[in-house]
């Protein structure tokens, strides 16, 4: 049985992925047992809730990293918590494999069904089940989008901050799968800090409270534990989010640099005159030439960078802040700092950041996105090192990111009709991250390692710091039929570092057919 | 099991002789009356991992200790053998202001941390209970917050990185020294609050914030509570960002104005608010702050800054209430059942004949009452109907309410965390995976674990 394929147009034949010593999932018993097991989730869900066509599974064959591909046996869509646990309970009974999706939009493989089984699609199990404004509290379920959150507590003056860039398509599910960040994160941190409390479905089907409306609740922070275990510990069934007061008073400004180096010094120096800003975002000239074909936000195509700054709070400390912030920036020598006169230009500033990737088509046919984290500091070094590196492989870059918590998102443009293109561009993601550690840095600060970065973790952690990680797993996920193959290297020989040694792979098995 | 010569001479192989109390030195480190054979003070990371594989291999029971202002923490220990004093540990690690993160080794003073990132504007984000003395590791291991907790969330919100000594010998790290990150699992959180029972942490790095520009308080009167309550919510509701909001009862709010030299009627609530910003947005939320609590029967309002300021924070960080026979419960309750709870608090300690003062974060819904009674005859069992009565108040009201302090007779009588709900075997599997043998803190978190 055939599961796991590269992206890239065939002519690869797909192969399944089994990490080594995995027997159980080896013997997968929907291949065997298919309509029995079909049958009863069809009794759970009702049929109209039960997806087995091929052609209709292929829609839920990869996530936002469309790299990596893997075909679930089923598509379950329940519709309640009680159905998921429901399912859940089949799937533990019969040992199959089984991983939760929320709207696919991760960027780390980490919904994909890598050894296939039961995909639990959560979509409908989208109400937002109340708002707490006195105690400043919303329970929702997994499937609401992140967005619905906020317009709906919108009339009342209320917002949810974190905002993942594909806030209108992102579940809070999968936000809390992921640990998400977004632009607000310099202020107001990620989606960890605003969750209090969870229900979950454990891999055996067993339904748990963690953590809940009030702050402290005896006992380990499982709360904290869960939030950013990617789909591999349980299914977030309800989560108790914290809403917050919109601020009183909001500025952006655009700081328009000449090259990077002084917008990173501007970073840095902002960051150091004792301002937390909302968001700090930096974009460079090739994601300023994509911004301005595809939206227009008013973005000067020679600049050699652009950083957008927003502040927010009493009117009072907005407005005392934009001074020191234009001040910082002319000591590095801006060229001009525009600060948006009303809503509109300031939607239209953001416009451009949040449509970055969405731009990239308008110059380049393919990107492949890295999500490294470097200390601050290190934005000038890494800038630097990272446009020698483009010059080495012959790729572009495009840079987009998150600067004020120096969360890069450096976009290697690449064509993939080119043969070996894609190959450069995996190869020199794996050069930056590599270097990002050496700086001190993390290989992934929102979008997960899932099955993508996996194999970099050892670049980070040693087996013991590893072990440690495992015994978490093992405590909620004993027999990792939940969401298997994600996050922990699989070591095996034959598998190089990440996406590139899958092309090793299917290259491998290519040879010996 | 070992002798006690060979218990210390096997101690100080691995830390030096000079560094292993026993004996009568030793008493100064009882937990629950519960004296130690030896007290060690490894004086460094490795020293502390060598400890503790030796205690692991005699199967020894451990409990961490930083500076022992919050040891009265927890279930009486089903075993103590040593404790491991780290105050030894006390070095910066590392610091780069620029990155605004810093990593210190545990048993440093809090107040130390906070002294070397002053100088650059810098600190870490909390203001817990004992200021002056409390370590960070202490801070971490017992969840320890305060009332700045409103704006700037706690420990679990700001530490990145943690190195730990587990419960063989191993240290491993979690997290990393950047802002932002999610490689892996977020192992930093497991240890907060978890009283180092699933490992000993050794260094804790943390994301800083910079020191408000300016801060000042608004404190003012009420005669009611109910009243105070209806202020706050429309405080919460508004758009003024306060860095704490803290209610104070009848006999806080007198202690507390008294040690920083400030009238206060008898018989009145106080209502505190910092604000910390640039200065005139200081100036700018104090005004609107000194309308809203006007409209809502706020009386004789004060508006505090410099060392008046600072001190009456510290007073409210540091209260304690009674001498001698005393207890500290800290509940955890909605919002909206703050000014209930603090009512529910004065009718328990009416009935049970003791004398109480509360503190209450009443922007994070945390409320501390202090008991302490006059006949310690009467005091455990008028303790224990305390906690059984709030305890039921809190669990209604969807939150919680843990024995933070209390000498051992109350413990004998109630549990001194209550229930940890459905998730409590997970707890259990979580300390059966990081420590299957039970030598770290044995018997002193939740549910005995």
């Not at chain 2, 240290?171 to 490689?183: H, L, M, S």
């Not at chain 2, 009420?222 to 209806?230: G, K, M, P, T």
């Not at chain 2, 922007?363 to 008028?382: A, V």
Request: glycine letters at 12%; aromatic letters at 6%.
């Amino acid at each position: 049985m055939i599961r796991e394929t590269r992206g890239f147009p065939s002519p690869f034949t797909p192969f399944k992925e089994v990490p080594p010593g995995n027997a159980k999932a080896a013997e997968n018993p929907m291949l065997k047992d298919k309509a029995r097991i079909v049958r009863e989730l069809e009794k759970i869900i009702g049929p109209n809730g039960v997806i087995c066509e091929e052609d209709e599974l292929r829609v839920y064959d990869t996530d936002g990293l469309t790299i990596f591909k893997a075909m679930p046996d089923v598509v379950v869509l329940p519709s309640s918590a009680e159905q998921v646990a429901e399912v859940v309970k089949v799937c533990h009974r019969e040992t199959i494999p089984f991983v939760a999706r929320g709207s696919g939009t991760g960027l780390s493989g980490g919904a994909l069904p890598l050894e296939g089984g039961v995909l639990i699609g959560l979509n409908r199990v989208n109400r937002i089940l109340e708002v707490d404004y006195e105690n400043k509290r919303a329970v929702v379920e997994p499937g609401v989008i992140n967005v619905w959150l906020t317009n709906a507590i919108a009339p009342r003056g209320y917002y949810y901050a974190p905002d993942p860039a594909s806030q209108i398509a992102c579940s809070i599910g999968g936000n809390v799968a992921e640990n998400s960040g977004g632009v607000r994160t310099p202020k107001y941190g990620v989606t960890t800090n605003h969750i209090l409390g969870l229900e979950i479905v454990l891999p055996d089907g067993e339904v748990v409270e963690l953590g809940g409306k009030t702050l402290d609740t005896p006992g380990y922070d499982l709360v904290g534990v869960f939030v950013g275990s990617e789909g591999t510990f349980g299914i977030a069934t309800k989560v108790i989010a914290r809403i917050m007061k919109k601020p009183e008073a909001v500025k952006t400004l655009m700081a328009v640099f000449e090259n990077l180096e002084d917008a990173s010094n501007a970073v840095s120096g902002i960051v150091a005159a004792g301002i937390v800003p909302v968001s700090l975002e930096m974009m460079d000239n090739n994601a300023i030439q994509a911004v301005e074909k595809g939206v227009g936000a008013g973005y000067p195509l020679d600049a050699g960078a652009v950083l957008v700054v927003e502040v927010d709070g009493p009117r009072a400390e907005v407005e005392a802040l934009v001074h020191p912030i234009t001040e910082v920036c002319k000591k590095n020598r801006v060229r001009e700092v525009r600060v948006a006169k009303d809503d509109a230009e300031r939607l239209l500033l953001w416009k451009g950041r949040k449509a970055a990737f969405a731009a990239m088509g308008q110059i380049s046919p393919d990107y492949y996105v890295q999500d490294a984290v470097i200390p601050r500091t290190k934005l000038p070094q890494i800038m630097a090192y990272i446009s020698e590196l483009s010059k080495k492989y012959g790729l572009r870059v495009a840079n987009v990111f998150h600067a004020g918590d120096g969360n890069l998102h450096p976009l290697i443009l690449y064509d993939s009709r080119n043969e070996g293109e894609l190959h450069k561009a995996e190869e020199m993601g794996s050069e930056i991250m590599k270097a990002c550690i050496g700086m001190g840095g993390s290989i992934t600060g929102e979008h997960g390692v899932g099955r993508e970065k996996r194999e970099y973790m050892p670049l980070m952690y040693t087996e013991d710091d590893l072990e440690a990680m495992k015994n978490v797993k093992r405590v909620f996920n004993p027999d990792g039929v939940l969401n298997p193959g994600k996050i922990f290297p699989t070591g095996a020989k034959d598998v190089k570092a990440g996406p590139l040694g899958q092309r090793g792979i299917v290259e491998k098995v290519l040879g010996h057919s | 099991m070992l002798s006690e010569d060979i218990l210390i001479q096997r101690l100080g192989t691995i830390v030096g002789p000079e560094h292993v109390v026993a004996g009568p030195g030793a008493s100064a480190y009882a937990v629950d009356g519960r004296i130690p054979r030896a007290v060690t003070f490894p004086g460094s990371v490795e020293e502390l991992s060598a400890v503790i594989a030796f205690a692991s291999a005699e199967r020894l029971g451990v409990a961490p200790w930083g500076s022992g202002t919050k040891i009265a923490l927890g279930g009486v220990p089903e075993r103590l053998d040593i404790v491991v004093g780290l105050s030894r540990l006390n070095e910066l690690v590392d610091y780069v202001p620029e990155d605004m993160t810093a990593t210190f080794q545990v048993g440093m003073l809090l107040k130390d941390a906070q002294a070397i990132l002053g100088q650059r504007g810098q600190w870490i984000a909390l203001d817990p209970p004992y200021t002056d003395r409390a370590t960070v590791g202490g801070v971490l291991a017992t969840n320890s917050s305060g009332p700045r907790r409103l704006r700037y969330g706690a420990a679990r919100d700001f530490l990145i990185a943690t190195r730990v000594v587990h419960a063989d010998g191993k240290i491993t790290k979690g997290g990393a020294k950047v802002v932002k990150n999610v490689t892996g699992y977020d192992i930093p959180k497991m240890h907060v609050g978890a009283l180092g029972t699933l490992g000993i942490l050794a260094e804790a790095t943390f994301r800083l914030y910079p020191i408000a520009p300016a801060e000042k308080t608004y404190l003012v009167a009420f005669s009611a509570v109910e009243s105070e309550q209806r202020v706050i919510a429309q405080l919460l509701d508004s758009s003024l960002v306060p860095n704490a909001v803290e209610l104070l009862d009848r006999e806080a709010a007198r202690q507390i104005a008294g040690q920083v030299g400030l009238p206060w009627q008898a018989g009145h609530y106080g209502l505190a608010v910092a604000i910390g910003s640039v200065p005139e947005a200081v100036d700018a939320q104090i005004a609107a702050l000194r309308t809203l609590c006007g409209n809502g029967g706020g009386l004789h309002g004060h508006v505090l800054d410099g060392d008046t300021h600072h001190g009456f924070w510290r007073a409210v960080r540091n209260f304690t209430f009674g001498d001698g026979q005393r207890a500290v419960l800290k509940a955890s309750v909605l919002l909206a059942k703050v000014s209930e709870a603090v009512r529910k608090g004065e009718e328990v300690a009416t009935r049970a004949g003791l004398r109480l003062g509360i503190v209450a974060e009443a922007g994070s819904g945390i409320l501390r009452y202090s008991l302490c009674g006059d006949r310690p005859e009467g005091f455990p069992q008028g303790v224990a109907e305390a906690v059984n009565t709030l305890r039921a108040f809190t669990r209604e009201a969807g939150g919680s309410l843990v024995v933070l302090e209390a000498p051992p007779e109350v413990k004998a009588r109630v549990d001194v965390w209550g229930p940890a709900g459905s998730a409590f075997s997970l707890m259990q599997r979580l300390k059966e995976q990081f420590d299957p043998q039970r030598i770290l803190n044995p018997g002193r978190f939740v549910g005995g674990l």
